[in-house]
């Protein structure tokens, strides 16, 4: 099992499929995620793949997946 610690290079991140929304207009302006072997889920900037990644465990994703569907987060767009 790979460990991927914040900061490490996208590049360094073996063996994970990256995921981005279907709303991307496929021009480097997305958030794209990926499920890392541990259960972890790693995070990167579409416009940057090579660039740094967070990591954050799944119970961290799942809270925050929640607060955006429930609207929590709508200021940041207005």
């Given at each position: 099992?790979?460990?991927?610690?914040?900061?490490?290079?996208?590049?360094?991140v073996q063996e994970v499929r990256w995921y981005k929304s279907r709303d991307s207009g496929g021009n480097g302006n997305c958030v794209e995620?990926?499920?890392?072997?541990?259960?972890?889920?790693?995070?990167?900037?579409?416009?940057?793949?090579?660039?740094?990644?967070?990591?954050?465990?799944?119970?961290?994703?799942?809270?925050?997946?929640?607060?955006?569907?429930?609207?929590?987060?709508?200021?940041?767009?207005?």
């Amino acid at each position: 099992m790979q460990r991927v610690e914040n900061g490490v290079s996208a590049g360094e991140v073996q063996e994970v499929r990256w995921y981005k929304s279907r709303d991307s207009g496929g021009n480097g302006n997305c958030v794209e995620l990926a499920r890392l072997s541990g259960g972890d889920v790693a995070v990167r900037n579409s416009r940057f793949p090579e660039g740094p990644v967070l990591v954050y465990a799944r119970e961290e994703v799942a809270a925050f997946l929640g607060g955006v569907k429930d609207g929590e987060f709508d200021f940041a767009l207005s």
